[in-house]
């Protein structure tokens, strides 16, 4: 996400961006300040400046970015952007008054866009997201694994180990949206309900 905002402001894409997280908390601990927020993924003589007390990042080409919480949607009313990211939007309890409310404001410059970073959990607001790919809508799906040089090897032998075969690392780790038809013999909660940790050389299955 930090990534996407640099390159769209360089390239002089965007110029206004609103900066959604759950809580305001969330966007400067993360996506401003974090390890690979916006501060960090940026040269020196390229990185913005962050003004916590006016929420607002600014940089050097005179391009801004205003801070917003989900919990608090309705601030979204008034302002216009040309480009907004948002992250996380599979946590937001108000996901669809405040995509709704973001959309609303996507109004400046010739190609206003949005980029979403988030865990896909099957809420209708990310089945929507994913069901317009090819349509205005670009999705990239990666796995923890593809980031291991950055991250502990204690942790992801933990996290395969004890997550690998289950529904949750398949969507935490594995970026799989986990959905059931209405008609499906099993799904996902049965799965793991009735799961039992077999020896690896067999493995029966039976289907009636």
């Not at 002089?12 to 900066?19: N, R």
């Not at 601030?75 to 990211?85: I, M, T, V």
């Not at 400046?108 to 090819?134: C, D, F, M, Q, Y």
Request: glycine share 8%; aromatic share 8%.
């Amino acid at each position: 996400g930090a990534e996407t905002i640099r390159q769209w402001v360089l390239s002089k894409k965007v110029s206004h961006i609103a900066l959604v997280g759950q809580t305001e908390e969330d966007v400067r601990q993360v996506m401003i300040e974090g390890e690979c927020g916006l501060l960090a993924c940026h040269r020196d003589d390229q990185r913005p400046v962050f003004y916590p007390s006016r929420g607002e990042v600014i940089w050097p080409n005179g391009a801004k970015a205003t801070i917003y919480s989900a919990q608090a949607y309705d601030k979204l009313r008034g302002p216009q952007f040309d480009g907004a990211w948002v992250d996380e939007l599979a946590k937001f309890q108000y996901d669809q008054q405040t995509w709704d409310q973001l959309m609303f404001c996507l109004r400046k410059g010739a190609h206003p866009r949005v980029v979403v970073t988030t865990t896909p959990r099957p809420s209708a607001l990310i089945k929507s997201l994913v069901a317009g790919e090819g349509k205005g809508v670009v999705v990239t799906r990666g796995s923890t694994f593809e980031n291991k040089e950055n991250l502990a090897p204690s942790f992801l032998q933990h996290v395969q180990e004890k997550y690998g075969h289950t529904a949750l690392g398949a969507q935490e780790l594995y970026a799989h949206i986990l959905e059931s038809g209405k008609d499906a013999l099993w799904n996902w909660p049965l799965l793991e309900k009735c799961r039992k940790d077999v020896s690896p050389t067999l493995c029966r299955i039976v289907v009636a």
